[in-house]
T-cell receptor
Framework: ETGVTQSPTHLIKTRGQQVTLRCSSQSGHNTVSWYQQALGQGPQFIFQ???????GRGNFPPRFSGLQFPNYSSELNVNALELDDSALYLC????????????FGQGTRLTVV | EDQVTQSPEALRLQEGESSSLNCSYTVSGLRGLFWYRQDPGKGPEFLFTLYSAGEEKEKERLKATLTKKESFLHITAPKPEDSATYLC?????????????FGQGTTLQVKP
């Protein structure tokens, strides 16, 4: 069982609202990545954080932002929610010497209505 | 454009009926190819990483192979508990992050 935990597991928000999703990485892992997975699709890379700095970003607008804290946990913030933001949001953690994206959390299912 | 394509999209097998899933990729430079299993409503579970053409890895009824253009996930004598979506992903050689580019997945159903 992986040590990556995400909260909440499910969330329903209204279009235009803001949401914060949380991720606790596996012990010893200082790199956290966030992915968006629409229904029936593979995950898409949003961004990665390494030692509290953004270390790469996918093709997502600036209203998707993140943070990483000194304990390596992370947040994903999405402003001005749109209906198309409805998806499973996944967090993955890794260590510099380990297999990248080896451990995913169970995800947060976000529904925007 | 870097791209990963999996086929078939869905596969139904009888218990014990062996088959293979395909992952073809078009990328500028491959650092590694990854296979994951994903159960409904859950996060992907890491299975294998392959780094060079000709490499093979096995785990229970699963064997992954890699060529210069594609990877196969062979499932030998599958059981109903092997039913899941199998995701393939690539990490680019040019990437300074662990960013993975995923295919859309193959949903496998194994009937008893």
């Amino acid at each position: 069982e992986t040590g990556v935990t995400q909260s909440p597991t499910h969330l329903i928000k209204t279009r235009g609202q803001q949401v914060t999703l949380r991720c606790s990485s596996q012990s010893g892992h200082n790199t956290v990545s966030w992915y968006q997975q629409a229904l029936g699709q593979g995950p898409q890379f949003i961004f990665q954080y390494y030692r509290e700095e953004e270390n790469g970003r996918g093709n997502f607008p600036p209203r998707f932002s993140g943070l990483q804290f000194p304990n390596y946990s992370s947040e994903l913030n999405v402003n001005a929610l749109e209906l198309d933001d409805s998806a499973l949001y996944l967090c993955a953690s890794s260590s510099p010497r380990g297999v990248p994206e080896a451990f995913f959390g169970q995800g947060t299912r976000l529904t925007v209505v | 454009e870097d791209q990963v394509t999996q086929s078939p999209e869905a596969l139904r097998l009888q218990e014990g009926e062996s088959s293979s899933l395909n992952c073809s990729y078009t990328v500028s430079g491959l650092r590694g190819l990854f296979w994951y299993r994903q159960d409904p409503g859950k996060g992907p579970e890491f299975l294998f990483t392959l780094y060079s053409a000709g490499e093979e890895k096995e785990k229970e009824r699963l064997k992954a192979t890699l060529t210069k253009k594609e990877s196969f996930l062979h499932i030998t004598a599958p059981k109903p508990e092997d039913s899941a979506t199998y995701l393939c992903a690539v990490q680019l050689g040019s990437s300074n992050t662990g960013k993975l580019i995923f295919g859309q997945g193959t949903t496998l159903q194994v009937k008893p």
